[in-house]
């Protein structure tokens, strides 16, 4: 079983809608959460952390839930801007504070 | 914020041949860097963990005598693949985190290597 797992998409989807992606984990002494988005063949970018208490940033809202070993991440209103991979990302070794990265889930914004 | 440096953004070499990739911080010093390989439609897999000073944490799997690291500074990490073959050509890309009071040691990506081996 893979360490963090998602749905690799693609996500085809009009400008304006809403999209949410799942992503779960293997790990339950995961310590922290992060969503990357990545363009092709560049480096990834942080989007955004994810705590427990659930976090909004503009038009994306990140959830974590522990219990079930889950993340979600949800974009409202969408942008052909937000066309990209979006990677859920866990730090499953706290010691050596490297990131474990699922595969990505591909959006595509379309007109 | 932090900024990471890496060189060259693309290479494309004949088999057999080695080729050396580098990863600077610019204005931070780095005692740990992390070096990540992607392979198309795939996820980032840690290859190893580089640190200042001493030996490299490969992963299992990754060979370390095929991927030399050397970590000779704070702020520069090399890997160097050596004899590579057409299965090594992929995206390399190097990270390294921030200072804690500037970056609350936020991780760094550098620009990634594309490395073609024909």
């Known amino acids: 079983r893979k360490e963090v797992e998602q749905d690799p998409g693609p996500f085809n989807v009009p400008e304006g809608a809403t999209v949410a992606f799942n992503c779960t984990y293997s790990?339950?002494?995961?310590?922290?959460f992060f969503w990357y988005r990545q363009d092709c063949r560049k480096e990834p970018k942080l989007l955004m952390s994810?705590?427990?208490s659930g976090n909004e940033d503009g038009r994306f809202t990140a959830q974590l839930n522990r219990a079930s070993q889950y993340i979600s991440l949800l974009i409202r209103d969408s942008k052909l801007s937000d066309s990209a991979t979006y990677l859920c990302?866990?730090?499953?070794?706290?010691?050596?504070?490297?990131?474990?990265f699922g595969s990505g889930t591909r959006l595509q914004v379309q007109p | 914020g932090a900024v990471v440096s890496q060189h060259p953004s693309r290479v494309i070499c004949k088999s057999g041949t080695s080729v050396k990739i580098e990863c600077r911080s610019l204005?931070?010093?780095?005692?740990?860097m992390f070096w990540y390989r992607q392979f198309p439609k795939q996820s980032l897999m840690l290859m190893a963990t580089?640190?200042?000073?001493?030996?490299?944490?490969?992963e299992q799997g990754v060979e370390k005598d095929k991927f030399l690291i050397n970590h000779a500074s704070l702020t520069l990490s090399t890997l160097t693949v050596t004899s590579a073959h057409p299965e090594d050509s992929s995206f390399y890309i190097c990270?390294?985190?921030?200072?804690?009071?500037?970056?609350?040691?936020?991780?760094?990506f550098g620009s990634g290597t594309q490395l073609s081996v024909l």
């Open positions: 790990n339950s002494a995961s310590q922290s």
């Open positions: 990302v866990v730090n499953v070794d706290t010691g050596r504070r490297a990131l474990t």
């Open positions: 994810v705590y427990s």
């Open positions: 580089s640190n200042e000073g001493s030996k490299a944490t490969y």
């Open positions: 990270s390294a985190r921030g200072p804690l009071l500037a970056t609350n040691e936020k991780l760094f």
């Open positions: 204005d931070f010093q780095a005692t740990t």
